[in-house]
């Protein structure tokens, strides 16, 4: 079984497009797993069907609580299952579902894949991320991968759409819940990879459109990414590089509080909450 892992955040009409895009594939068993950060938000209910489940969390967890939510109860109903964690800004370009157990029957060492992800104008977005802890360097790869390969290993790859092959685990994987929002798939491919576990990349597509829930509140966004873009350089680099990153944030919140005051203010607060979180352990 394929299931897919979604969490809503007032996306409704997102999560539409998104369902019609799975539901142009009508052989291959799937269910979908919508985890409701916004419990206010009852136009989400509309779109229950028996292969659509909806979870209320109650609160706003964040994105890597909310999937924590759903991978546990789906690996309790089947731990040999694909799940497909996808963002409600993206949607299937191709009929992709057909080909995920025959790469995985082909390919069962991945425990943790990626797919390209292109942005509506056709443009890359996503093709792949690396680490580099001597430099803290945390990369975004936007070129085309070699198709002629099954596939290719990561260092990380993005939570907008990633499939976790849940054979590979003894335990249920789960995000650090440290994490809110941003970076929280770094630190799941990361931590996992660190394990054993193989991270990777292959042709398989969507398209996403960047950013368009998260925009909507320019200082969370950046308070939000700062923090725990910190989180992420102090768990995986040393002292060294890390007060480097940290000076450097510092810097670039300064310059910007002109030009754009509510970024400047976001990447403060975010700074702030790590340091003041730092010193509470």
Same mark, same amino acid.
């Given at each position: ?155 990380? /790859?993005?939570?907008? @759409?990633? !499939?976790? %092959?849940? #054979?590979? =685990?003894?335990?249920?994987? $789960?995000?650090?819940?440290? *994490? ?26 969507? /398209?996403?459109?960047? @950013?368009? !829930?998260? %925009?909507? #509140?320019? =200082?969370?966004?950046?308070? $939000?990414?700062?923090?725990? *873009? ?52």
């Amino acid at each position: 079984m394929i299931y897919f892992l979604i969490v809503n955040y007032y996306s409704t009409k997102l999560i539409f497009k998104l369902i019609n895009s799975i539901q142009k594939t009508t052989n291959v068993d799937y269910k979908v797993i919508i985890i409701n950060n916004s419990s206010d938000d009852r136009s989400i209910d509309v779109l229950k069907t028996e292969s659509i489940l909806i979870f209320d969390a109650g609160t706003n967890l964040g994105f890597g609580c909310a999937c924590n939510l759903g991978l546990k109860w789906i690996y309790i109903q089947d731990s040999q299952a694909y799940v497909w964690i996808i963002n409600p800004d993206a949607y299937l370009i191709e009929n992709t579902l057909d080909k995920v157990k025959s790469f995985f029957e082909l390919y069962p060492e991945i425990s943790i894949l990626g797919t390209l992800i292109y942005t509506p104008i056709g443009k890359v977005w996503f093709a792949g991320g690396h680490f580099i802890p001597k430099t803290g360097a945390i990369i975004t790869q936007k070129k085309l991968i070699n198709t002629d390969l099954g596939y290719v290993n990561c260092d990380w /790859v993005s939570g907008c @759409s990633l !499939i976790v %092959n849940l #054979n590979n =685990f003894l335990e249920c994987p $789960n995000f650090d819940s440290a *994490y809110f929002l941003y970076y929280e798939d770094v630190d799941f491919c990361l931590r996992y990879a660190n394990q054993g576990h193989i991270v990777a990349i292959n042709s398989f597509s969507i /398209v996403h459109e960047p @950013s368009s !829930i998260t %925009n909507r #509140n320019i =200082f969370h966004k950046i308070r $939000n990414s700062t923090y725990s *873009y910190l989180l992420t350089l102090d768990k995986y680099t040393n002292k060294n590089i890390f007060k480097a990153r940290l000076i450097l944030q510092m810097f670039k919140a300064i310059l910007a509080i002109v030009l754009k005051p509510q970024a400047a203010l976001g990447k403060i607060c975010g700074i702030r909450d790590y340091i003041t979180k730092k010193q509470s352990k």
